[in-house]
């Protein structure tokens, strides 16, 4: 928790943060971290590959997603930036031109860096679940693992854990085989 005596970070200072930090507002705290590794970078991009395709586009899938990439979500006082996050269009059926969203989504993505992921599994965690995100996943490309969680009566609930090159079938986006080999190819 931020220190109620410490003044509280604006999005003013959000703003001023050189372009090659990333720069997020957890519980009124400015927190700032360096763009993603190669390996970070990769994972992120083979997952919005191999999502997109079938459930943002429709190709070979059933549709019925919007999927961004770095998106800025504004959520109460709070601004993250998952690694990815997803909204399906019955509750955004188009997507708005605007630089941030304050309609939480519905999946989103953490790719776990060394220096990052006690931030993405501790504080955003709780901030998503107060969102009621409804799925999360974290992908450690170090360890080359998934882990896929659901919401579940405001907690978070492991749904399953997949590591190395294992086809996956994960939730939500369980209607197509996720090549899990392929978020670690170089």
Not at 27 to 56: C, K, M, S, Y
Not at 84 to 101: H, I, K, S, T
């Amino acid at each position: 928790m931020a220190d109620p005596a410490k003044r509280r970070a604006t999005y003013e200072d959000l703003v001023a943060v050189p372009a090659h930090l990333i720069a997020e507002i957890i519980d009124g705290e400015l927190v700032t971290q360096p763009r993603p590794a190669a390996l970070h970078a990769r994972a992120a991009t083979r997952i919005n590959i191999e999502l997109g395709g079938p459930f943002d586009r429709g190709k070979g899938g059933p549709g019925g997603w919007i999927i961004l990439y770095e998106p800025e979500l504004h959520l109460h006082g709070d601004i993250l930036v998952p690694d990815l996050a997803g909204w399906r269009r019955e509750r955004m059926p188009e997507l708005p031109d605007a630089v941030a969203f304050e309609l939480p989504p519905d999946w989103v993505c953490e790719v776990l860096s060394p220096s990052t992921q006690s931030v993405d599994r501790v504080e955003k965690s709780t901030i998503y679940a107060r969102e009621r995100v409804a799925w999360q996943w974290f992908v450690d490309p170090i360890a080359r693992t998934l882990e896929i969680c659901r919401l579940e009566n405001g907690k978070w609930t492991l749904q399953g854990s997949f590591r190395g090159d294992a086809p996956v079938r994960a939730e939500p986006f369980d209607a197509v085989e996720l090549d899990l080999g392929a978020l670690w190819e170089r």
